[in-house]
């Protein structure tokens, strides 16, 4: 076997240097946050962290300034799993230096939930944290929803780096829809969607009535299907205001739709939105499942709409269409926000919820889960395998919106679909082990692995995931991890051969 190149150890750090600068100048945001809303030792805390986190990343630029400006894809799986790492350790330092959350492990998980946009938590009381510190909270979903790597990316020319490695490890779904020739036009264009999506929510949300800073939190919470919010209730806080929610309700379908699909649609090329398959089953999905939903509060008489907060009368259909949509939304895009405790409505409703879990958005979207583009992948494979057994010497390709699908990447979808439910199975039978009951269990390792936030039993959404031992924190923070970074880019890690220079 010929000898492959040795890793390139200084561009790799040289690349974590540079994400630990971008981290450092959102902690030092936040704290312009902290200080106009908080007081000064708040500021100074966040600032401390974020000059910790400059300085870190200064030194690990500084040190590796030699490095060969060439980067394979060993480099690239690397850089984007330990890149997760290391944003996420120094992300903990404004939750511990201010003492809003004292606990490593609970910062760590706080954090890792944060940028892997899970949405999961172990705050009991949100509304006691400093606007500072949640501010910095939804920014860690904001950096992670698109990806700081991809965002990277659009800055790696200016170091002489091409970063088409790293965008084929980060980008999210089964393939990477390009928007332009070169790989850091498609990271602008796709960042650039992003934050316009992000302004126009926030402005939206506090024309409905949220305070500023509740907006804008909110906003970076939903275009990163992520799920954290500055009030206990969640989006229940505000379900006196079906505006709030409605804008919520839009602006999270979007952010489960292909960004390539938004930017086409800005370019006023509607037919390539609509002609597009995976959109048309990821709206059919939506629609269908919440039709079903809204008929099980609608009929099942001895089960009220009960939000966190406020009790709601079952005849108000308008507040059952709301909820029903809200949750599927939510749940389907994996962002994990709460309008009200849906594993109260019925155990069938419960049970549609659990498998929403396992859908996901569409590829390229900022969604988590396996992703509908792969479901739809497999049923038509599934349908074709029968064709196959009748007419053994038939060509039947798989097909995507009209043209032929390589057998490497069905065998991929496959191999991916069989490894996520392995790692479900074995992240829900490291819970138990812990001592925690079957609902919990399973719902845990699903939600976290699929980024989706709340999920049964003690960790429903009326609960968070502080319940859990600090050993099942770090054990959900892992699934979050490779659920997020979709499994074969943290596990090939695992491999042997990945480290052989043979």
Known sequence: MPNRPRLNYKIIFHLMGVLLLF?????????????????ISIALGIISSGLITLFTGLMFMFFTRDHKKVIQKREGYI??????????????????????????????????????????????DIEAIPNGILFWRSTTHWIGGMGIIVLAIAILPLLGIGGMQLFAAEAPGPNADKLHPRITDTAKR???IYFGYTVAETILLKLAGMSFLDAINHAMSTLSTGGFSTKNASVAYWNDNPAVQYIIIIFMFLAGTNFVLSYFAFKGKLRNVWKDEEFKLYTAFTVGFTILVVFIIILKADV?????????VLGEYESAIRHGLFQVISVITTTGFVS??????????????????????????????????????????????FKRTLHPNAILPVRHNGKSVSKEIVFNILGFFILYLLAWIIGACGLASMGLDFPTAL???????????????????V???????????????????????????????????????R
């Open 304 to 312: 009220s709409i009960s939000s966190i907060n406020h009790p709601m």
């Open 340 to 385: 009200a405790d849906f594993t109260m409505w019925a155990p069938f409703a419960t049970m549609i919820f659990f498998g929403l879990m396992f859908l996901g958005g569409s590829a390229g979207s900022t969604s988590g889960g396996i992703k509908v583009v792969r479901h739809l992948m497999i049923i038509r494979n599934g349908i074709l395998e």
């Open 443 to 461: 719902g845990g390792s699903a939600s976290s692995l699929g980024n989706v936030g709340p999920a049964f039993g003690m960790l429903s959404p």
């Open 23 to 39: 981290n450092g100048g959102f902690m030092l945001i936040s704290a312009i946050i902290g200080y106009f809303y908080d007081n």
């Open 463 to 501: 609960n968070n995931f502080d319940a859990l031992p600090a050993i099942g924190k770090w054990w959900c923070a892992f699934l979050m991890m490779i659920g997020r970074l979709e499994l074969f880019t943290v596990l090939i890690l695992f491999t042997p051969f990945f480290w052989r220079n």
């Open 79 to 124: 850089v984007v799993t330990f890149g997760w790492i290391f944003m996420s350790l120094s992300g903990c330092l404004p939750y511990l230096l201010t003492g809003s959350i004292p606990s490593f492990t609970n910062a760590f998980f706080e954090t890792m939930s944060g940028y892997t946009t899970t949405g999961a938590s172990i705050l009991n």
């Open 190 to 192: 796709l960042w650039l």
